[in-house]
């Protein structure tokens, strides 16, 4: 037969506590020239998979038990010799954060050449096909970026010249592993558009490992849902993701944000407890810990994966469970109160000539959520931390809390004004410090923030268990570490608090529990936040107003729904048109133009060129509606909506 | 509505690539170990071990080969060669680990002050550092000690000085690692004054550093030490002191090879343990 | 590039200037009279006085200072105060001495150090990667006179293979010269090695482990295809700067070695001129190894940035 099957596939690792059981019975099958999702958040297994099916496990991996066949051929039953083959014949991997599959000292056309001299091709032959390659992959000026080093193209043009050295081996099995994770959505958006395309052309068999399930609805055929190592559903993406039969799959559609879904419409499910510890899974079935819908037997006895409405399910009870209950009812927030309480006025930061701030001006009332949308290179994050003071010292402009003038630094401004801003940070492994335990954190800031409410209060408002209070920081999960930053945060009372992409790091399924915690202390306390982020369905969630950064400017704010609607500024669209993934076809790669110091910033890649103007003329910031400004030269009648 | 509820134990990590299996057999710790405690033990009981007075001649057993009653034979002088082996561990393990807290607790207190303050406070103790460091330590510490005279207290200053800069170095980098970590900043972002930054938030978190450089600077000075007291800067002349038994022996290296042999292969067994045991710990909190 | 060159163009001069301040306040503030430790202790204090005078060395110390100073870079660097020759030709002959031994050293330790490195390392924790660390480990921790005698005792006395002094006869070839400089030379390679082979081993792992070599494995590619092509280039340039070091100690610190093997160098010459407080020698010499010091830090500096592409450009493209 053609494509892949693997049949109860089960790899142990040697770890310092004895052997540990990652992949457990896992069985699929892929058509060849079909594409399948493989599901899962940290620990289900799925980067295992992907590494099994190239036969490519660590030196302490093993597989138990199952066969792998990729077309018929048995790959687990390669010798060492046929198995290099097969795998420079047949098989192409494409990983997260493809720049380090490259070797840093070789140019990149050098690389390129050396993949094709595996196939045999002639050396006077490879500079032509090297070229050929990388138009294909959509690169402009192909000599140029093959005599550059990795470390000189971007993020996207790396995964691209990944995809090209992918696609010289024309594969019967691409393994795509989370291969946009940390692109910026835009770019994010052509890769898979250029990915979609080439698969087609190639007719190979694709699976594409992801925690994402937005991208894998979008583009996969089959989706296979892992936890704790295990198969729990198995279908077609369309019955699997829209009608899920398993209760952990509906909990994982549940807790993820829709893009246009508020808060006061629906709020997110967090899925209690963590995924069980690998090296000793519970008895029973390995969800009913954290399952609404557990009884007795489910505890006890271990499901078997069965056929059930179409599928494949591992549960006891999947063909009477309604999981449309599984979903939660909106909750009103409190409405901003009147006047200003952070007021920024011509901002400006720079790091040596370059302006990585400028020129922000904005409002946020007391008790608003103002959303900061922008990706990398935005300079949202440097906004953010010259608010609380730290940061390059070069600029300009002004910061005034409750009308009082700030000083820029940090340094100068004095104990009240500390306790009153806070910050909440991304990476929730260092937000916390190692040594401590969680009651050291909160004792230090509820001592030197000068905090009313005892150190259990704070946790207990964290969703924290009293008995947390005593582990070492390093213990936490994820979720919880963030939790307990936040914590320590509102350990003194703060009118405002600066998030920066608080949940970007976490699991799908831990980040309902974060941004719930986060607008319950909102609700609770009418605290404002300036809530950063680069992914529109969470800032659609929670805030109020919108501010979208590009390149250091703010080329758009106003209310939530004006700004995520339409009509805005063509950069705002073409985000929303990522977030909604819908029609990809469209967001070709724009022309590449040359930038200028005066023109807009959007300019080079803008699909609504206007002409000359947009180049040379700086555009100006125009009101749409009262309270919406766009920063753009086209006629107000003229900007895009969410549906162009 | 479903609470978050918690429960209180390790969560999984991503497993896909797990800690590497290898448990190492601590040999290289446990001979490192006995070798050290062992020269240890010497230095500190050498009175009641040394069949004979170190100083004491016997000028009738003058280059007595290997024997039972000397079991290392006699040097020049006819003094017991065993005996002023067992004597010459304590002048170095007095001066060595002296240096090195000397050397630890300056070069830490640099070293955070740097990597935390940032900013010129760390651009002029750069400056100072590579201007320092133009001599290797060893040629500094050569230079000074000859200068400044031999005496217990110059050579442990001189030593441990010299190496305050290496010190500094390692504790800096260490530093600036964890100073660009978010929990330094919220510390910082809540008014945290400096010495609490460095001692309280960062201070813990680089131990790991801290004991490798002990650990490694320990055996760089009893090198030092050795070396010095080699080149005729130890202190003073007719000690059993291993460095300048070796010196003071070489001529003798056709017709009494052990006498310089025993001294030598006593140095080389005190630095070979402590660097077992600096090898060991280090690959062990590598590990973890 | 330029920046860093015309950087440290700068900077040498000045580190040069306050090291030759450093010497002379040092010898300055110790104990013990020049004249006296000249002349010895039985000299009468007319005699030791008339010394100090012809010397200068009753004129403020800024003043000498900067009479030395304009002497020095006239290429007068004056006199020994107890050998009694021109400080130029003897520093500079020493240093000849030392930086023969230094580059034969260095010789046989560039290949040896890289070659037990990349072999740790491609073999990381089998018995191969542990019995090299090990062994190189306790031979970095020796002091190298400890090895010396004891390859003095084993190759010059029992077996006679090498001769036991560095120094050949006046006029001897280079062959010979190198023969004598064999037990020397080996003794600081023991030394040497196991510093950078560490440091090799430990980019040789990274390399291995790293993405791109994962990557080339997926690819179909074999292991010494591998390592060819990705291991070797990425293993080698970290060492570098171990080199560096490495080098620096050999030119100036074979102290020990020149004493025991009773060679002529300038690590022997600075040692005495310290003990004697011979001011214009121990100044000379100072300088002299300071710049080579230097200059070694900006080579290693250079050739990083040559060999390592990312450094190439200050902010890329």
Redesign the interface.
């Known amino acids: 037969m053609t494509g892949l099957r693997v049949d109860g596939l089960r790899v142990s690792?040697?770890?310092?506590r004895g052997p540990?059981r990652?992949v457990d019975d896992v069985s699929v099958e892929v058509a060849r020239g079909r594409t399948l999702g493989v599901v899962g958040e940290?620990?289900s297994?799925?980067?295992?998979l992907g590494?099994a099916l190239?036969r490519?496990l660590?030196?302490?991996g093993r597989v138990l038990d199952g066969r792998i066949t990729v077309d018929g051929t048995d790959v687990l039953a390669l010798s060492p010799r046929d198995l290099?083959?097969?795998?420079?014949?047949e098989?192409?991997?494409v990983?997260q954060?493809a720049g380090?599959?490259?070797?840093?000292?070789?140019r990149v056309g050098t690389q390129l050449a050396?993949?094709l001299g595996?196939h045999d091709v002639a050396r006077d032959a490879r500079r032509g096909r090297v070229r050929e390659l990388l138009t294909a992959v959509r690169l402009p000026d192909p000599d140029a970026i093959a005599r550059?080093?990795p470390?000189?193209l971007s993020g996207g043009q790396q995964q691209r010249v990944?995809i090209a050295?992918a696609l010289a081996?024309r594969p019967s099995l691409l393994i795509l592993d989370e291969p946009t994770t940390g692109l910026d959505a835009s770019v994010e958006a052509e890769i898979l558009a250029l990915l979609e395309d080439l698969r087609r052309d190639l007719d190979a068999t694709v699976v594409l490992i992801s925690h994402d399930l937005g991208l894998v609805g979008q583009i996969c055929d089959e989706v296979v849902v892992l936890y704790?190592g295990q198969v729990v559903e198995r279908g077609t993406a369309a019955d699997v993701l829209t009608s899920p039969r398993h209760p952990y799959t509906a909990a994982l559609l549940a807790s993820a944000p829709t893009f246009g879904v508020p808060r006061r419409q629906r709020r997110l499910?967090?899925i209690?407890?963590?995924?069980?510890?690998?090296a000793a899974p519970p008895p029973g079935c390995r969800f009913a810990p954290r399952c609404?819908f557990a009884d007795d037997t489910c505890r006890t006895d271990a499901p078997v994966a069965r056929v059930v409405d179409g599928r494949t399910v591992r549960c006891h009870h999947a063909e009477v469970l309604d999981l449309t209950a599984t979903a939660?009812p909106g909750a009103e927030a409190p409405v901003p109160r009147p006047g200003s309480l952070l007021q920024i006025d011509g901002l400006t930061r720079r790091y040596g000539a370059h302006a990585v701030v400028d020129d922000i001006s904005l409002d946020i009332a007391p008790g608003e959520v103002f959303g900061l949308v922008g990706e990398s290179g935005s300079g949202k994050t440097t906004l953010a931390r010259a608010i609380?003071?730290?940061g390059p010292r070069s600029g300009s402009g002004t910061l005034r809390l409750s009308g009082n003038v700030l000083a820029p630094a940090?340094r100068r401004r004095g104990?009240a004004v500390?306790r009153r801003?806070?910050?909440v940070?991304?990476?929730p492994d260092?937000?916390?410090?190692?040594?401590?335990r969680v009651r050291t954190v909160l004792a230090?800031?509820h001592e030197?923030?000068h905090g009313t409410d005892s150190i259990e209060t704070l946790a207990g408002r964290a969703?924290?268990?009293d008995?947390?209070l005593d582990?070492r920081s390093t213990?936490?999960?994820g979720g919880?570490k963030q939790r307990v930053?936040i914590a320590?945060a509102f350990a003194?009372s703060p009118d405002l608090v600066v998030c920066d992409e608080p949940v970007s790091a976490l699991d799908v399924s831990v980040q309902a529990?974060v941004l719930?915690?986060l607008a319950d202390e909102r609700d609770r306390t009418g605290t404002s936040y300036l809530f950063i982020s680069h992914d529109l369905a969470v800032i659609g969630y929670l805030a109020d107003r919108v501010g979208v950064m590009y390149r250091g400017q703010l080329v758009e704010v106003g209310a939530t729904g004006d700004v995520l609607s339409g009509p805005h500024h063509p950069y705002t669209a073409a985000l929303v048109l990522a977030a909604r993934r819908r029609d990809r076809r469209r967001s070709a790669t724009p022309p590449a133009r040359a930038a200028t110091a005066t023109g807009c910033r959007f300019a080079t890649r803008c699909p609504h060129h206007l002409g000359d103007i947009c180049a040379e003329r700086p555009p100006p910031l125009r009101a749409v509606t009262d309270g919406h400004q766009v920063r753009c030269h086209l006629p107000i009648d003229q900007l895009p909506k969410g549906t162009a | 509505m479903t609470a978050v509820q918690v429960r209180p134990v390790a969560v999984a990590t991503d497993v896909s690539l797990p800690p590497t299996a290898r448990r190492r057999r601590p040999i290289a710790l446990v001979v490192g170990g006995m070798l050290v405690g062992g020269w240890v033990l010497v230095a500190t009981f050498w009175p009641y071990l040394a069949p004979y007075d170190p100083q004491r001649q016997h000028p009738t057993l003058r280059f007595a080969a290997p024997s039972g009653a000397h079991w290392l034979g006699t040097d020049q002088f006819g003094r017991d060669t065993f005996s002023r082996m067992l004597a010459g561990a304590r002048p170095v393990l007095e001066i060595a680990p002296l240096a090195t807290g000397l050397a630890l607790i300056a070069g830490t207190l640099i070293g955070l002050l740097a990597g935390t303050c940032g900013r010129w406070v760390d651009e002029v103790i750069m400056r100072v550092l590579d201007a320092v460091l133009v001599f290797p330590a060893i040629i500094a510490s050569i230079l000074f000690v000859a200068m400044l005279g031999r005496s217990v207290t110059v050579l442990v200053i001189v030593i441990g000085l010299a190496f305050v800069p290496i010190v500094t170095r390692s504790v800096r980098a260490a530093t600036l690692v964890e100073r660009q970590k978010p929990y330094v900043e919220a510390a910082l972002l809540r008014g945290e004054p400096l010495w609490s930054l460095m001692l309280r938030e960062i201070l813990p978190n680089i131990s790991r550093t801290v004991l490798v450089e002990a650990t490694s600077r320990l055996g760089d000075a009893i090198f030092a030490a050795a070396t010095l007291s080699f080149i005729g800067l130890g202190q003073q002349p007719g000690s059993p002191d291993w460095g300048a038994s070796v010196s003071d022996n070489r001529a003798y290296l056709q017709n009494a090879p052990w006498t310089v042999l025993s001294p030598a292969l006593a140095i080389a067994s005190l630095v070979i343990g402590v660097a077992l045991v600096a090898d060991s710990l280090r690959a062990r909190l590598d590990a973890r | 590039m330029t920046r860093l060159l015309t950087r440290r163009l700068v900077a040498i001069p000045v580190t040069l200037l306050a090291v030759s301040v450093l010497v002379f306040l040092a010898t300055e503030v110790l104990p013990g009279d020049v004249a006296r430790t000249v002349l010895g202790r039985e000299a009468s204090d007319a005699s030791v006085a008339d010394l100090r005078r012809s010397l200068g060395l009753d004129e403020a110390l800024p003043v000498r200072y900067a009479h030395w100073l304009a002497r020095f870079v006239h290429g007068d660097w004056g006199t020994s105060y107890t050998l009694k020759v021109p400080v130029r030709e003897l520093v500079l002959g020493r240093l000849g001495n030392s930086l023969l031994l230094a580059a034969f050293a260095f010789l046989l330790l560039v290949p040896i150090a890289l070659g037990l490195g990349l072999l740790a390392g491609l073999h990381h924790d089998k018995p191969t990667d542990r019995v090299i660390s090990v062994v190189g480990l306790a031979l970095g921790a020796t002091p190298e006179f400890v090895t010396g005698v004891i390859l003095l005792v084993v190759f010059a006395v029992q077996l006679k293979w090498f001769p036991a002094s560095a120094q050949a006869n006046p006029g001897a070839g280079l062959l010979v010269r190198l023969d004598h400089l064999v037990l020397p030379a080996v003794s600081l390679v023991l030394l040497c090695t196991g510093y950078v082979a560490r440091h090799v081993r430990a980019s040789t792992v990274a390399a291995v482990e790293s993405p791109y070599v994962r990557a080339a494995e997926l690819r179909g590619a074999s292991r010494s295809q591998v390592v060819r092509r990705h291991v070797l280039r990425n293993s080698t340039v970290p060492a570098t700067s171990a080199l560096g070091v490495q080098a620096q100690f050999l030119i100036g610190g074979l102290v020990a070695v020149e004493l025991l093997f009773n060679y002529p160098g300038v690590g022997a010459l600075l040692l005495q001129s310290a003990i004697d407080k011979d001011l214009p020698t121990l100044q000379a010499a100072a300088v002299v190894l300071g710049l080579l010091y230097m200059l070694i830090m900006l080579l290693v500096d250079v050739t990083y940035r040559l060999l390592d592409p990312r450094l190439r450009r200050e902010v890329p493209a």
């Open positions: 690792f040697d770890t310092r540990v990652v940290s620990g297994g799925k980067t295992t590494r190239a490519h660590p030196v302490n290099r083959t097969w795998r420079a014949r098989l192409a991997v990983h954060e380090a599959t490259l070797d840093p000292s070789m050396e993949v595996q550059r080093y470390h000189e990944v050295a081996s704790a499910l967090a209690p407890g963590a995924p069980p510890d690998p609404a939660r609380m003071g730290i940090l104990g500390l801003m806070q910050m940070f991304q990476q260092t937000t916390l410090n190692p040594s401590h230090r800031a030197t923030l969703q924290l268990d008995a947390l582990a213990d936490l999960s919880q930053a320590r003194g529990g719930e915690v």
